[in-house]
Every structure is written in C-alpha cells, then in structure tokens.
C-alpha cells in the first residue's frame, strides 16, 4: 500500500504542482516577510533620523483609538505651512480671524487609513498633528487634549513638551491665541 500512494504521488501532476505552489507560496511569504522587516526598519530609520525635526511621541503608534477616529478632527496649518502650499494637499477651508488667514481641514483625514497615518514621520505631516494633543495657546502655555488616551504620560513627559513649545518659537503670538481658541 505505501509503494502505491508513493507511485501516486509522483506520477500525479496535481500532487506536484500542489507542492510547487506550497514551496513557492512559503518563500513567496518569507520573502513578504522580509520586505515587511525592511519597510519597517527604513520607517524606524526616517523616524530617528528626522526626529529632531519632525516631533514623533512613541505613544501614537500604539493607540487604540487614534485621531481618524476623532470625529471632531480639526487640522490647523500653521503659517510657515501655508507659505509652503503643505494645506493644499488637504481638503482645506479658510477663514479670516483677526486679519489673519487661517487654513484648516475638519473631518477624517485622506491620509489616515486603518490606523496608519501615511505621513507620520514626513515633511508633510502638519505641525498641528505633530504637536498633538499639546496645543499651544502661547510660547509658554499650553492646554493637553483630555480626548488623548496618552494625556497623562505626556503631561509627565517634560522633555516632550518642551520639544513642542520650542518647535512653535516662530510662531506669531497673534496667531497661538488664535490657534489655541479653536
């Protein structure tokens, strides 16, 4: 009986082409799988690389209830951004306060698909979304959203914060309080 099921197995073409497609389905995923190392370590790369430039806060990535679900989402573009054209890769509005032009978008965000943000770590990720949930309503004063799950480690992460507050040192105050009434 064992010589027929091996005589089977290999004059059977379908016996074959299953392992085939088995072999190659397993290094087909191998290979996925290291690919998938490879993207992540080059995102873990830009992250560290561009840290001291973009501000990242380890926390996010593990949230389990990320900003695309906050249905009160409001993205303000500070006016370095707008000067760059950055609103424009977003559905913006405009609306004038105090002589100022404020550019913003509200709602679910195009770059935010199943809990991945697409732009975490890139130039293009606005400074409002890097700041958050600090929102500054001065150069010195600041208000931390109660929305955030990570609201108490951020208030104890002083070093964060500080890194928040000198990234907005450009900033026009007119603009911080604006910015910080909505």
Request: aromatic share 16%; with cysteine; proline share 5%.
């Amino acid at each position: 009986m064992v010589a027929s099921v091996k005589n089977m197995r290999e004059n059977t073409p379908n016996f074959y082409f299953c392992r085939i497609s088995f072999q190659y389905i397993k290094r087909a995923v191998a290979k996925s799988v290291g690919e998938l190392r490879s993207v992540r370590g080059f995102f873990r790369k830009a992250a560290e690389q561009t840290k001291s430039e973009i501000l990242l806060y380890d926390f996010c990535a593990s949230c389990l209830k990320p900003c695309e679900y906050n249905s009160q989402l409001k993205v303000i573009f500070f006016p370095d951004e707008v000067e760059r054209g950055l609103h424009e890769i977003f559905p913006y509005k405009k609306i004038t306060i105090n002589g100022y032009e404020i550019y913003y978008f509200e709602g679910m965000c195009p770059y935010f698909w199943n809990g991945i943000c697409r732009l975490y770590a890139t130039e293009y990720m606005p400074l409002d979304c890097q700041l958050y949930p600090i929102t500054p309503i001065s150069k010195k004063d600041y208000i931390i959203d109660e929305n955030c799950v990570f609201q108490e480690k951020i208030r104890k992460d002083k070093e964060h914060i500080k890194r928040c507050l000198k990234k907005i040192n450009g900033v026009p105050e007119q603009f911080l309080r604006i910015y910080g009434e909505l």
